[in-house]
């Protein structure tokens, strides 16, 4: 079956510009969760989204934002881009039920995102 | 700061022998996953222990979970060069509804050498 697509996988940016990331899930797939890996930081949550709504957020500033399609596929955008913004952005959809808590399934990741800013 | 730390932060072995990697956190959990990472790759599901489980097998990968002391440990027996990669422990926070985000460790970066 079709894994998770990232897209573009490698882009490079000055400061100031803004970015969207696009990531296409496994067909079943609800939830998409987005992360930021860096050297420095590791993978930090920035957010997951169900069924188009976002139901949780990591501590990132508000120039990070994402959303999700009725399709499931999903967009990240960061604007006012920083140098530290360099990463590799990685999404993670989940088959899930959206039941409550404690019932949190794999993660299947795509390739990821590598951004550059200079 | 990240839920989860894990040591030693890089491991090198030669092939044949058995990987150790630790795993502690600081929260109620219920349940840890170990991940996998090839360089510059994303990550790749391993293993998934409950709260309620002390140790699960997977192939040559032995998981197991200590919840009194907050710490998990992965064993990677008979390793393989092909095993070289960064290891993760992933930990969800047992909480109210819609808090259930998986928190990354630290990472080991294992390196096998043939």
């Known amino acids: 079956k079709a894994g998770v697509t990232q897209t573009p996988r490698y882009l490079i940016k000055t400061r100031g510009q803004q970015v969207t990331l696009s990531c296409s899930p496994i067909s079943g797939h609800r939830s998409v969760s987005w992360y930021q890996q860096t050297p420095g930081q590791g993978l930090q949550f920035l957010f997951e989204y169900f069924s188009e709504t976002q139901r949780n957020k990591g501590n990132f500033p508000g120039r990070f934002s994402g959303r999700q399609f009725s399709n499931s596929r999903s967009e990240m955008n960061v604007s006012t881009l920083e140098l530290g913004d360099s990463a590799l952005y990685l999404c993670?959809?989940?088959?899930?039920?959206?039941?409550?808590?404690?019932?949190?399934?794999?993660?299947?990741f795509g390739e990821g995102s590598r951004l550059t800013v200079l | 700061s990240q839920q989860g730390e894990e040591d030693p932060q890089a491991l090198s072995i030669q092939e044949g022998e058995n990987a150790t990697m630790n795993c502690s956190y600081k929260?109620?959990?219920?349940?840890l996953q170990w991940y996998r990472q090839n360089s510059g790759r994303g990550l790749v599901h391993l293993i998934l222990?409950?709260?309620?489980?002390r140790e699960k097998h997977s192939g040559r990968l032995r998981v197991t979970l200590d919840t009194s002391k907050k710490s998990s440990s992965l064993l990677i027996t008979a390793s393989r060069a092909a095993d070289t990669a960064s290891y993760f422990c992933a930990t969800d926070f047992r909480a109210t509804y819609n808090t259930d985000k998986l928190i990354f460790g630290t990472g080991t970066r294992l390196q096998v050498f043939p």
């Open positions: 222990i409950r709260s309620n489980e």
């Open positions: 929260t109620s959990i219920n349940n």
């Open positions: 993670a959809p989940r088959r899930t039920s959206g039941r409550a808590a404690g019932d949190t399934g794999e993660l299947f």
